[in-house]
Nanobody, 125 residues
Framework: QVQLVESGGGLVQAGGSLRLSCAAS????????MGWFRQAPGKEREFVAATRWSGRSNTYYADYTDSVKGRFTIYRSNAGNTVYLQMNLLKPEDTAIYYC??????????????WGQGTLVTVSS
């Protein structure tokens, strides 16, 4: 029943910015871990960023892969059903199809997560 729809992809020059959105519908929970993966041409899908809920501290925490730290920011809407990926200082190496994912566990497990259809990000030099 859970569905994820990504948007915001497109063409951008190196050094530019882009914001991706992922809207969740259906039977969802704010405590779900939500994040982003990407797949570049000729490469396997890789983890980019995720936001997870901590019941002990009542806050969301963010995790990033090393290659995007300091450039990308993941955050959620106040309702918790939309996750965003703000991408700054984009590089041609960031070119990929970006997929949104949701998982009930603190860590997104690719084989168990719900996935969106993907949105293409192309960064020109």
């Amino acid at each position: 029943q859970v569905q994820l729809v990504e948007s915001g992809g497109g063409l951008v020059q190196a050094g530019g910015s882009l914001r991706l959105s992922c809207a969740a519908s259906g039977r969802t929970f704010n405590s779900y871990t939500m994040g982003w993966f990407r797949q570049a041409p000729g490469k396997e899908r890789e983890f980019v960023a995720a936001t997870r809920w901590s019941g002990r501290s009542n806050t969301y925490y963010a995790d990033y892969t090393d290659s995007v730290k300091g450039r990308f920011t993941i955050y959620r809407s106040n309702a918790g059903n939309t996750v965003y990926l703000q991408m700054n200082l984009l590089k041609p190496e960031d070119t990929a199809i970006y997929y949104c994912a949701a998982d009930r566990s603190p860590k997104i497990i690719a084989s168990l997560a719900v996935w969106g259809q993907g949105t293409l990000v192309t960064v020109s030099s």
